[in-house]
Nanobody, 118 residues
Framework: VQLQASGGGLVQAGGSLRLSCKAP???????????MAWYRQTPAAQRELVAA???????NYADSVKGRFTISRDNAKKMVHLQMNSLKPEDTAVYYC??????????WGQGTQVTVSS
């Protein structure tokens, strides 16, 4: 599964960004069965789970982003989005798209940098 992430950038605190992840070379029926997630990593920390959405669209969020971030999926377009509102400087990180298939194989997209200025 090849994943392509986009949408990062520089934003002021309190602003919003929308990250997108697409799997253009994955057939739709395979994508529909993937559990998708966004992780983030800073140079000083381990990669951490930000938000996840299962193949049945159940969602899970890190406590630090609950109420501010929303993960969604568009199976027809083979895309996953992460809407990030009320951004804080501590949200600054490289964000990675992740896909997990039913055999628990994981696939990663390239990171996209999110920088929140105070």
């Amino acid at each position: 599964v090849q994943l392509q992430a986009s949408g990062g950038g520089l934003v002021q605190a309190g602003g919003s960004l929308r990250l997108s992840c697409k799997a253009p070379r994955t057939i739709t029926s395979v994508f529909n069965n993937l559990d998708m997630a966004w992780y983030r990593q800073t140079p000083a920390a381990q990669r951490e789970l930000v938000a996840a959405i299962t193949s049945r669209s159940s969602t899970n969020y890190a406590d630090s982003v609950k109420g501010r971030f929303t993960i969604s999926r568009d199976n027809a377009k083979k895309m996953v989005h992460l809407q990030m509102n009320s951004l804080k400087p501590e949200d600054t990180a490289v964000y990675y798209c992740n896909a997990k298939d039913k055999s628990l194989n994981e696939h990663w997209g390239q990171g996209t940098q999110v920088t929140v200025s105070s």
